[in-house]
Nanobody, 125 residues
Framework: QVTLVESGGGLVQAGGSLRLSCAAS????????MGWFRQAPGKDRDFVAG????????SYADSVKGRFTISRDNTKNMVYLQMSGLKFEDTAVYYC??????????????????WGQGTQVTVSS
């Protein structure tokens, strides 16, 4: 079992930056891939970024590529999402998630078994 707790959300002006953090407990942290997803009101929960267990492999949604950076610190059981150049359309609840099986990241939310409670990011235009 894995418990995930996000923090770092808030209100920011367009063009600004935020860093989201996710603290994990339970399974050996480096043994599973992690991802960040987001869900805007009335929309599906979408993939934002993923990172492998080692941290060497990452993937991003096209909409955030070049603006967001995912990273992890396996010594602290933490995963981060550094967001810059924020846009109004980035407004959503952001969730971190842990892959059920394997050390690779996944784009399909169905392959994630563990989810945090979410943190709200609001970008004002």
């Amino acid at each position: 079992q894995v418990t995930l707790v996000e923090s770092g959300g808030g209100l920011v002006q367009a063009g600004g930056s935020l860093r989201l953090s996710c603290a994990a407990s339970g399974r050996t942290f480096s043994s599973y891939g992690m991802g960040w997803f987001r869900q805007a009101p009335g929309k599906d929960r979408d993939f934002v970024a993923g990172i492998s267990g080692s941290g060497y492999s990452t993937s991003y949604a096209d909409s955030v590529k070049g603006r967001f950076t995912i990273s992890r610190d396996n010594t602290k059981n933490m995963v981060y999402l550094q967001m810059s150049g924020l846009k109004f359309e980035d407004t959503a609840v952001y969730y971190c998630a842990g892959v059920q099986f394997g050390t690779s990241w996944r784009r399909d939310k169905g392959e994630y078994a563990f989810w945090g409670q979410g943190t709200q990011v609001t970008v004002s235009s």
